[in-house]
């Protein structure tokens, strides 16, 4: 049976730790409850799906329905044979099911491990790290239509995955709800190991020695001497996308500046934003309760702000600058409310 709060705070449910209200409010663990959602749904004009909120700035309170997506259940298929199929619950913690499949020595995760979030965030911003993408993967994604109770389900190739960009973030935005994601893992040791940082420090391991569950604990490390932990200190990762310019333009912006730091990916260029933001002089800086990261400028943190509205002025500042000196103007990746 579906309860809903009212007037709810969402401080401890989203990483950047702001203290914004939610009208209404209600947490989804059945799978059973599914069916009474449209009928609830449709007395709330906007509806806001979240997972784990840790890449959402709330810049006030909500008005409208919040419904937190904590639908469980991990299971493998075809355990016998190479290929293992893993399929997990929309509401399930991301970095548990990396875990769990890294122990069983079921690989295709490790490079993903420890990104917060949710299962069923994974694919609306089709998550990325270390050379893996979620699009990877994934085979499928179960879904319902919140408003019409529609069930589908959605192949890899249906998703429109882009960088940290899919059909679920444009045109189904806050419309399907993610009850449950399959993957197509391996026990073959086929690890992805091209990342610079992985390249460097497994270049002398027997591949046929190493395991998913050795990946995730570099990877962690990585990931824990680079970014802040939301638990600490208030975050949603990245907070920009890196930028991918074409060739002309990437002349362009070469021509003004001359060396540029630039990664060739299929016919774009990826320029680190958090290279153009050092460069503009914005690493670990502080302005009133916000700031940049010292070790990682993409990344904005929460020192205790009133409203999530100053940590939304600080980013346009970091645009702004960007662009004043580079031409470039920096796309967000967290959502902003
Ligand atoms: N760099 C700097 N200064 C810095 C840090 C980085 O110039 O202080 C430049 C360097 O040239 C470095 C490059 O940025 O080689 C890339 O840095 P990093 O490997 O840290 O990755 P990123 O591009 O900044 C992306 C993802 C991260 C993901 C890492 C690792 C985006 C927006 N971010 O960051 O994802 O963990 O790669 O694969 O694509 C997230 O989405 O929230 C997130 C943290």
Sequence with gaps: MIQIEENKSLKEL??????????AFLFLE???DLVSLPEI???????????EGSNILFTG?????????????????????????????????????VNVCCDKGYNGLENLSLIPGTVGAAPVQNIGAYGVELKDIMISCDTLNIRTGESRQFLNIECEFGYRNSIFKRKY?????ITSVKFKLTKEKSFI?????????????????????EIRDFVKSVRESKLPNPEEIGNAGSFFKNPELTKSKLGRVQKKHGKL?????????????????????????????????INQPLVIVNYGVESGKEIQAFSKKIQNKVYEKFGIMLETEVNII
């Design 61 to 97: 309170d909500y008005d409208g329905l919040v419904i937190l997506n904590r639908l469980g259940g991990i299971e493998f298929e075809n355990v016998e044979g190479d290929n293992v199929i893993v399929h997990a619950g929309g509401g399930v913690n991301w970095d548990d099911l």
């Design 173 to 177: 935005k806050n419309e399907l709800l």
């Design 14 to 23: 989203n990483s950047f730790g702001i203290d914004a209200k939610a009208s």
């Design 193 to 213: 190991l091209s990342y610079r940082e992985l390249q460097e420090k497994f270049q002398h391991t027997d591949k046929e020695e190493l395991t998913a569950s």
């Design 41 to 51: 749904v449709s007395s709330f004009g906007a509806v806001q799906i979240m997972g």
């Design 261 to 293: 730091t630039f990664f060739k990916i299929g016919d774009k260029y990826k320029i680190p934003a958090a290279w153009l933001i050092e460069q503009s002089g914005l690493k670990g800086v502080r302005e009133g309760n916000t700031g940049t990261y």
């Design 30 to 32: 059945e799978f059973a």
